[in-house]
Structure formats: structure tokens, C-alpha cells
């Protein structure tokens, strides 16, 4: 790499294409960049900065901002329970949800892919829901957990379950599941359509040997398929769990994070600080956003850690 | 896709035993669990009011089409589509061209701060959108961009951006040198490179780029509901949520609204369903 000897003008060296082609003016490569260079700085960089100030202010609507230090953080960490309710209901979110997720992903997966009937239409049909916004599929499932007619209820009743029909977004005990379940149903066929390019994708003989040794499916499937599987997994799971951390429009769409805090996500209530209770603050919900970041920064660095480490230990 | 038959007839083999009932129960309740809400919306759009409440699971006879043009009209659902239009289709054009040099660029040229620049950028795909929009806000209220048009783009640019040029420098990357040095030795400038070898020859990944910024664009609310208040500037997201608010009860003009939402994705994933399924692999499986 030491080719920017020599290398004034975008000239190139004829006789050694490969260094000297790559090589181009500085204002050239000015040009390209500075379009999105742009954008990043003042819509990507300046924000995050002026966030992370903002964090340390008490931020007032006309732009009039006190220095409070480290406050806001410490009244978040010690004086704010809605804060804590709104951490556990999005770890309970993220876990469950993530697992759900790639498990559910896969099992689709495999289904299509060992030969099941009409494998191409059933593909389209699981996959229509990831293309819905959180607007339609929020609403539709409102309706689907209707007390009164919405469908769930009514498949109860018809099953002689009547005992099990509620009111699944208004009791504070079920709200968080029937966001979750509602969340899994959009994303599942995200992670069949992954799955399935990665199975598509396998070595066959690896699975024809398997075959030979009369390896039983759920024995292939443990340790053949699923650690040929891992890199596609761990980003799945890396994906689904970033997605799930900064939960906010179904939520919102469905239960506004009620009833009673129970389903609050940390999204929500940042958005709520920030819009909705007319605190005049931007201050507070931004050192929320602020430790949620970093939160899910260090998450996402663990998690890759974890099981790119075991990953390594087992080849 | 058909091609790997060894390995479907060793799965085949394995999961022959246990695919007879469970199995098939199973493939057709989650059929009817995926496809059946989408298929009841769109029965809801042609009936009224009444009669859901009269019989919600009933078929749309009479069928009445009129709706959709009282949706349109009356409930201003036609004002929303083109909001979203309007800003869906501004931020997508910035965002294929902005993100093409930019990936071209990266995938083309070795500079100092390549890496740099590569990790920057990149870094914006797992950014949490609270800890920009915060601020994002402040700064549009500032530039007197808040509750316009031209802010959500702003802020739909920036937000895909990462995606877009990630997804564009893999492919461009791919494209093999020798075709850039020969048109080094026609005398293209780097630009005319850029323009006509770059692009045509990517428009593969162009087109998937557009198609997924298009879909993720058009659906997206978190950013749409903190920067637009304005009725007469809602994208259809919002309208949808604004309309449901205001009219609680009136599930047969929501159902309206819904369908005319999901018109436009549906079209494009019938007739560009490859190319889409494409650019979601390449973001998760590379």
C-alpha cells in the first residue's frame, strides 16, 4: 500500500493496474464524498453531540439551555421508576423476542425448505406481513384483540374457552405479551426469508453425509444445520435484538404504553418526556436516550464477543 | 434455487416422517395467520361501518368501491398519499444518488481515511434513532424545517443513508477492476466512470437499494410523528393513526385507509419481490 509515492493526478500507472487504478485525486474523491459527508455531519455527528450536551442541560423550548452536570442523570438512575418499568418491559421484549424470533425464523425455514407443499406461495404469503407498516399492523391487531369482536375472543369462545376471553391490551398483565406476539407475527417471515437463503446455501454433500450416517433429523439439525447456520444466525439475532431495544411505533400505535406503565418501552417514555408531557424539556429525555445507547452498544459488542468466541472454540 | 435437489431430498428424507398431519395442520394455521388479517382488512375496506359491526367476519357483498373515493376526498387520505409520495420519493432519489457516490467511492478508490470514512458511516446503521432525533428536532425548529416536508426528507436521508451505501459498496465492490482501467485508458474521467460504468452496470443494487429505501421509507412513523403536527402535511402513517384517533368507531373508513396504505408496497413486492428479497439478504446474510 505504500503506491502514493508518485501519484499526483488520477493518472494511472499503466503496467501495475491493480494499486495505481485504485487511486484517485484527493478532489475527486472530495467530490464523491462530500454529498453524504454532509449529511453525516450535520444530520448524523452534530446531533449526536448536541444530544449528549443537551444531556447535561436543562433544555428549555426556545433553545435556552441551564447546566445541570451530571443531574438528569442521577434523578434517571435513582429517583425514576417509570424509567426502571420501561427498562425491564423492553429486556422482557428484547429476550424473548429475540429468541422467539430466530427460533420461529428458522422452524419456518426448515419447513419450507424440506419439500412442504406450495414451499413457493406459502413464502409469499408468510412473508406479507413484513412488508406492512407498524400503522396497519398495529391496527389490525387492536381489532384482532377487540374485547368484543375482535377475533382471539372469538376463536375462544367457539372453542368452549370462554373462560379465557379478556380484554388482551386493557389488563396490565397480558398487554406486554400481545405487543410481543404481534411484533414476532411482522417479523417472523424476515427471518424465514433469511434463513432460507442461508439453508439454500449449505454444502449438500455435508447434508448427504449426514444421511448416509443415518443421522436422525433433530441430531442433523443440532449439529449440522444450526452451527453451519451460526454466522446467519448471530446476525439475526444482532438484528432482531437492535430492532426490539428501540421498539417504539407499535407500542405506540397499540397501547401508547399503558395500561398502567405495562407496556413502556424505553422509546415511548423517552418520546413522552420529550413531546407528550409538556415538560418544555429536552434536557431529561435526551440523557435517557443518551444511557439507553450506551447500553445497547455494549450489549450488541458482548453478544457478537459471546458467540463469535464459542464460535471459534468449536472449529 | 432449484438446483441444490441433493440437498433438498436429504431434508426431505429427515422431516418425511414427521411432515404427514402436524405438520400440514401446521403450514395451513400459519397461512391463515399471516394472510387471513391481511384478506379480512381488505373485505373491511368495502364494507361500511354498519355493517362490520353487524357482522365483522362477513364477506364484502355488495362491494361498496365508493369508499375508497370518500376516503380519498372526505377523510383526506388523498392529501396524506401524496405527502407520503412527496417525501417517500424525494428522500429515495437523494439517497440513490448521495449513496452511490459515496459507495462508488469506497468501493473504487483507496485514500487515506477510507476506513475511517467506511466506519463512520456504517456506524449510523446501529444508531438508536433517539439519540439523534432529540436534537434532529431542535435543529429543523432552528432552520425553520420543523413540521415541513423538506425536514422529513432531511431526516429520511440521514437515516438511510448508512443502509444505502452499505448495501451499494458490497455490490460495486464486486465489479471486476479491469473494466475501470480500461475505461481509464478510453480517457473517461472518473466522473463519466462513475456514470457510465458504476451505475448501469450496478443498477442491480441501484434498483434494490430504491425498492427496500422505498418500502422501509413509506412505512416508517417514528420520525414523521416528531417532525410533522400539521394535518395538511401528514404522511399517510400518520393520517392513518390521526384518522383512528379523531374516529375511533369508524372501522370501515380505517380499513379504507389501511388498504390504500398497503397498495403501493404490495404492487412493488409482486412485481419487484426478488429484487427486495435480495437487498434484506444482502443486509443480514453478508
Avoid at chain 1, 422482557?92 to 412442504?116: K, M, N
Avoid at chain 1, 406503565?261 to 418526556?273: F, I, M, N, Q
Avoid at chain 2, 368495502?46 to 369508499?67: M, Q, S, V
Avoid at chain 2, 369508524?250 to 413486492?269: C, F, Q, R
Wanted: proline content about 4%; overall charge neutral.
Amino acid at each position: 500500500m505504500s503506491a502514493d509515492v508518485a501519484n499526483t493526478a488520477s493518472v494511472p500507472s499503466k503496467g501495475s493496474a491493480g494499486i495505481g487504478a485504485r487511486q484517485a485525486s484527493p478532489g475527486t474523491i472530495a467530490v464523491f464524498l462530500a454529498p453524504a459527508a454532509v449529511i453525516y455531519a450535520g444530520f448524523i455527528f452534530y446531533p449526536v453531540l448536541r444530544t449528549l450536551y443537551n444531556s447535561l442541560h436543562t433544555v428549555g423550548a426556545q433553545g435556552v439551555s441551564t447546566f445541570v452536570g451530571t443531574e438528569n442523570y442521577i434523578q434517571l438512575l435513582t429517583h425514576d421508576s417509570v424509567f426502571w418499568r420501561a427498562v425491564g418491559n423492553t429486556a422482557v421484549f428484547t429476550v424473548v423476542g429475540t429468541i422467539a424470533d430466530v427460533l420461529g425464523g428458522l422452524l419456518l425455514a426448515l419447513c419450507l425448505f424440506s419439500r412442504a407443499p406450495f414451499a413457493r406461495a406459502l413464502r409469499i404469503v408468510w412473508f406479507t406481513p413484513v412488508l406492512m407498516s407498524y400503522v396497519v399492523v398495529g391496527i389490525i391487531w387492536v381489532w384482532l384483540y377487540d374485547y368484543d369482536w375482535g377475533l382471539i375472543n372469538l376463536v375462544l369462545h367457539w372453542l368452549g374457552l370462554g373462560a379465557l376471553e379478556q380484554s388482551w391490551l386493557g389488563d396490565p398483565s397480558t398487554a406486554l405479551w400481545a405487543v410481543l406476539v404481534t411484533h414476532l407475527w411482522k417479523w417472523l417471515g424476515f427471518n424465514m426469508i433469511i434463513c432460507l437463503a442461508a439453508l439454500y446455501a449449505l454444502p449438500s454433500e455435508v447434508l448427504g453425509a449426514a444421511e448416509l450416517d443415518a443421522c436422525g433429523w433433530v441430531a442433523k439439525l443440532v449439529y449440522i444445520i444450526i452451527p453451519m447456520l451460526r454466522p446467519t444466525l448471530l446476525n439475526l439475532l444482532v438484528l432482531s435484538f437492535i430492532g426490539k431495544m428501540m421498539m417504539f411505533d407499535l407500542v405506540w400505535i397499540m397501547t401508547g404504553g399503558g395500561p398502567l406503565w405495562a407496556t413502556e418501552t424505553v422509546s415511548t417514555y423517552v418520546y413522552k418526556r420529550a413531546f407528550k408531557w409538556n415538560t418544555f424539556d429536552l434536557g431529561y429525555p435526551s440523557a435517557i436516550a443518551v444511557l439507553w445507547s450506551a447500553m445497547i452498544v455494549v450489549f450488541i459488542i458482548l453478544m457478537t464477543r459471546l458467540l463469535r468466541q464459542r464460535d471459534r472454540l468449536e472449529f | 434455487m432449484e438446483t441444490d435437489l441433493g440437498n433438498r431430498r436429504a431434508l426431505g428424507l429427515w422431516l418425511a416422517h414427521l411432515r404427514r398431519t402436524p405438520l400440514l395442520i401446521f403450514l395451513i394455521l400459519y397461512t391463515v395467520a399471516t394472510g387471513g388479517p391481511f384478506l379480512w382488512v381488505a373485505a373491511m375496506s368495502l364494507r361500511t361501518t354498519p355493517e362490520i359491526f353487524d357482522n365483522p367476519y362477513a364477506l364484502p357483498i355488495p362491494a361498496h368501491w365508493g369508499k375508497f373515493i370518500d376516503a380519498w376526498t372526505v377523510s383526506k387520505y388523498g392529501t396524506y398519499f401524496w405527502n407520503s409520495l412527496i417525501v417517500v420519493g424525494g428522500a429515495v432519489i437523494l439517497l440513490t444518488i448521495i449513496g452511490s457516490m459515496a459507495a462508488h467511492c469506497l468501493a473504487r478508490y483507496r485514500f487515506r481515511g477510507n476506513r475511517a470514512v467506511r466506519i463512520a458511516i456504517l456506524s449510523g446503521m446501529i444508531l438508536p434513532p433517539q439519540l439523534l432525533i432529540l436534537s434532529l428536532f431542535q435543529i429543523l425548529l432552528q432552520f425553520g424545517l420543523y413540521n415541513s416536508l423538506p425536514g422529513v426528507i432531511i431526516a429520511y436521508v440521514s437515516t438511510q443513508l448508512a443502509m444505502t451505501v452499505y448495501i451499494l459498496e458490497g455490490f460495486f465492490a464486486q465489479l471486476p477492476q479491469d473494466l475501470f482501467d480500461a475505461a481509464r485508458m478510453d480517457g473517461y474521467s472518473e466522473f463519466q466512470i462513475f456514470w457510465r460504468i458504476t451505475l448501469p452496470i450496478g443498477m442491480p443494487a441501484v434498483f434494490t437499494t430504491i425498492t427496500l429505501n422505498f418500502i422501509i421509507l413509506w412505512n416508517e412513523f417514528l420520525y414523521a410523528i416528531v417532525l410533522l403536527t400539521d394535518d395538511d402535511k401528514r404522511t399517510l402513517p400518520l393520517g392513518i393513526m390521526h384518522f383512528m384517533g379523531a374516529h375511533q368507531l369508524d372501522v370501515g373508513m380505517i380499513a379504507t385507509g389501511l388498504m390504500i396504505s398497503i397498495a403501493p408496497v404490495i404492487l412493488i413486492y409482486a412485481f419487484f419481490s426478488d429484487i427486495l428479497i435480495k437487498g434484506m439478504t444482502a443486509g443480514a446474510v453478508r
